[in-house]
Antibody, heavy 124, light 110 residues
Framework: EVQLLESGGGLVQPGGSLRLSCVAS????????IHWVRQAPGKGLEWVSL????????DYADSVKGRFTVSRDNSKNTLFLQMNSLRVEDTATYYC?????????????????WGKGTTVAVSS | QSVLTQPPSVSGAPGQRVTISCTGS?????????VHWYQQLPGTAPKLLIY???NRPSGVPDRFSGSRSGTSASLAITGLQAEDEADYYC??????????FGGGTKLTVL
């Protein structure tokens, strides 16, 4: 069974930093791209970033580009989201989600499994 | 303002059919990129409901179906049940913005 478990959320002041983790199990982690998607309280889903399984290259939404960095440790089946220069508008539940992906590394750009999320609150 | 436009809410009585629209543009749905749908039950994480326009993952009832035309897509739910009350999101790929979501539609079962 595919499982994703996020952690690392919490309360941080504006301008601060936080590092989220996502531990995966039930699939060959390094074969799959993984997304971060966030949801502000009472709002819709917003895509944040994607890190590819092979090579680990990444993409970011304009709203977080230059502030957030995604990385992965394939030896530990773990994905990280380093969030710097946090803003009040970054307050959200952050989900990691597995891309459908292909065995050949092709990215399908949709999510077939989601974690339960971790909550980040940015406030003074 | 979301790149993909959905109605904020829809409603229907048990047993009825409802549809949720998702309108994009020439850089996403209109460019031929796949459309996917997610269901988010209250207090839970989103779940993949429909992928690549009209495909259902294992375990999703055939009461749920998808379609697309031009720059739009639709999700249809037939035989509405109380357990279908949830938020529904469409999602696609945009040639400029990468992954994009609709703003979400709250389905109320009357």
């Amino acid at each position: 069974e595919v499982q994703l478990l996020e952690s690392g959320g919490g309360l941080v002041q504006p301008g601060g930093s936080l590092r989220l983790s996502c531990v995966a199990s039930g699939f060959t982690f390094n074969n799959y791209a993984i997304h971060w998607v966030r949801q502000a309280p009472g709002k819709g889903l917003e895509w944040v970033s994607l890190v590819r399984g092979r090579g680990g290259s990444s993409d970011y939404a304009d709203s977080v580009k230059g502030r957030f960095t995604v990385s992965r440790d394939n030896s530990k089946n773990t994905l990280f989201l380093q969030m710097n220069s946090l803003r009040v508008e970054d307050t959200a539940t952050y989900y990691c989600a597995k891309d459908k992906s292909g065995v050949d590394g092709l990215i399908y750009y949709y999510m077939d499994a989601w974690g339960k999320g971790t909550t980040v609150a940015v406030s003074s | 303002q979301s790149v993909l436009t959905q109605p904020p809410s829809v409603s229907g009585a048990p047993g009825q059919r409802v549809t949720i629209s998702c309108t994009g543009s020439g850089s996403n749905i209109g460019a031929g990129y796949d459309v996917h749908w997610y269901q988010q039950l209250p207090g839970t994480a989103p779940k993949l409901l429909i992928y690549a326009t009209d495909n259902r993952p294992s375990g999703v009832p055939d009461r749920f179906s998808g379609s697309r035309s031009g720059t739009s897509a639709s999700l249809a739910i037939t035989g509405l049940q109380a357990e279908d009350e949830a938020d529904y999101y469409c999602q696609s790929y945009d040639s400029s913005l990468n992954v994009v979501f609709g703003g979400g539609t709250k389905l109320t079962v009357l």
